[in-house]
Each structure stands twice: as structure tokens, then as C-alpha cells.
T-cell receptor
Framework: DGGITQSPKYLFRKEGQNVTLSCEQN?????MYWYRQDPGQGLRLIYY???????QKGDIAEGYSVSREKKESFPLTVTSAQKNPTAFYLC???????????FGQGTRLTVV | KNEVEQSPQNLTAQEGEFITINCSYS?????LHWLQQHPGGGIVSLFM???GKKKHGRLIATINIQEKHSSLHITASHPRDSAVYIC?????????FGAGTRLTVKP
């Protein structure tokens, strides 16, 4: 079955540590996206990539980094520079033009 | 002001009731989506609309492009419909999301 896989589902890290969230898709989608969700707020775009080896900052990119070495994979690193990293993170992918997006199951990151 | 506004924020209904969730947006869009987020966090796409009305089972979605407004209706609601419903709009190269409507359907 085609889809998007995020791992892990829950992640705990100590303050000051970098952490990498995984996102893999086998839908052959060119575009991939990372969103952050906080209680009572809509999803906010962190980074997106429309082609391998290229990515663009979204609205809240500070404190995050990404890579797109393969079409199938778009990992997100939450760095120690991110002031408030505890949140729910969602990965999505789509064909170019963003007509319909497919979402992963999300990763809930808690920094203690 | 958010580009996508949903109402209500929270909605509690009795099983069998007809439910309406509203979405208003302030930007030009190419399409509007209704998404469903389950308690575990995963999101599934219910509808993608650019005009008119779509129906899938007990779910109906409508959009009025001139008024920049969309509604999601659930007929004969059931406890398994309990979830967060999110309105999102296609804008340029990304999507903009409403904050969601948390629906609880009681048996």
C-alpha cells in the first residue's frame, strides 16, 4: 500500500539536544512538507521541498533544518535553537501543484 | 486575523443529529479541503472542492467561491464521527489551515 510513514510516533528528548524526525513516502510524490501543530492553532508550515536536493523555508523555519537527498525521504531536524520544540509534527506529500495532500500519522515530540 | 477561520471551535452533538461546520477564508484559492484528524493525530482527506458540492456517504461538503465560504455537513451523526475537522485552502505552493473544529458525538 502506498502512503507516508512517520517515525517515531512519540519522541522524548532533553533540552539542548538535536532530534531528527523521519518521513518516508512511496507515493512517488515530488513535493513534501513538514507542519507543526500546537493546541488551538492551525498547522503551520516549517519547510517544504518540491524536488530532490532543494527545499524552501515555510513560515516558522527558525530552529529547524531539513534535507532531501532522496525523493522518498524528507527528514526534519529540530535543533537546540528551536525555543519551544514540544509540539505535534506532521509530514505531508503531494504531486506538484498541491492539489491533494497525503499526511503521515504524526510525531509527538516532547522536550523535557 | 487567520486566513482560514472555522466555527465552531468545539461542538457536542447527540447521536443522530445533523451537524454543520463552517469555514471562511480571506485569500484567493485554487481549492479547499476538508480533513479529519483522529485522536491519535493522523489526518485523512475527506474532500477537495473547487466549486459546488460533493457527497460521500453521510458527509456533504459545499463551497461558495463568491462568498469565500464552505460548509461540512454530517447527517445522522455517530460517535465514530468524533474527531477534529480541519478546513484547509490551497494557496500558491502550500496549504493554509484553520484551527479545526473538535466534534464529540455522544451515544
Amino acid at each position: 500500500d502506498g502512503g507516508i510513514t512517520q517515525s517515531p510516533k512519540y519522541l522524548f528528548r532533553k533540552e539542548g539536544q538535536n532530534v531528527t524526525l523521519s518521513c518516508e513516502q512511496n507515493l512517488n510524490h515530488d513535493a513534501m512538507y513538514w507542519y507543526r501543530q500546537d493546541p488551538g492553532q492551525g498547522l503551520r508550515l516549517i519547510y517544504y521541498s518540491q524536488i530532490v536536493n532543494d527545499f524552501q523555508k515555510g513560515d516558522i523555519a527558525e530552529g529547524y533544518s531539513v534535507s532531501r537527498e532522496k525523493k522518498e525521504s524528507f527528514p526534519l531536524t529540530v535543533t537546540s535553537a528551536q525555543k519551544n520544540p514540544t509540539a505535534f509534527y506532521l509530514c505531508a506529500s503531494s504531486i506538484l501543484g498541491y492539489t491533494e495532500a497525503f499526511f503521515g500519522q504524526g510525531t509527538r515530540l516532547t522536550v523535557v | 486575523k487567520n486566513e482560514v477561520e472555522q466555527s465552531p471551535q468545539n461542538l457536542t452533538a447527540q447521536e443522530g443529529e445533523f451537524i454543520t461546520i463552517n469555514c471562511s477564508y480571506s485569500v484567493g484559492i485554487s481549492a479547499l479541503h476538508w480533513l479529519q484528524q483522529h485522536p491519535g493525530g493522523g489526518i485523512v482527506s475527506l474532500f477537495m472542492l473547487s466549486s459546488g458540492k460533493k457527497k460521500h456517504g453521510r458527509l456533504i461538503a459545499t463551497i461558495n467561491i463568491q462568498e469565500k465560504h464552505s460548509s461540512l455537513h454530517i447527517t445522522a451523526s455517530h460517535p465514530r464521527d468524533s474527531a477534529v475537522y480541519i478546513c484547509a485552502v490551497n494557496r500558491n505552493n502550500d496549504m493554509r489551515f484553520g484551527a479545526g473544529t473538535r466534534l464529540t458525538v455522544k451515544p
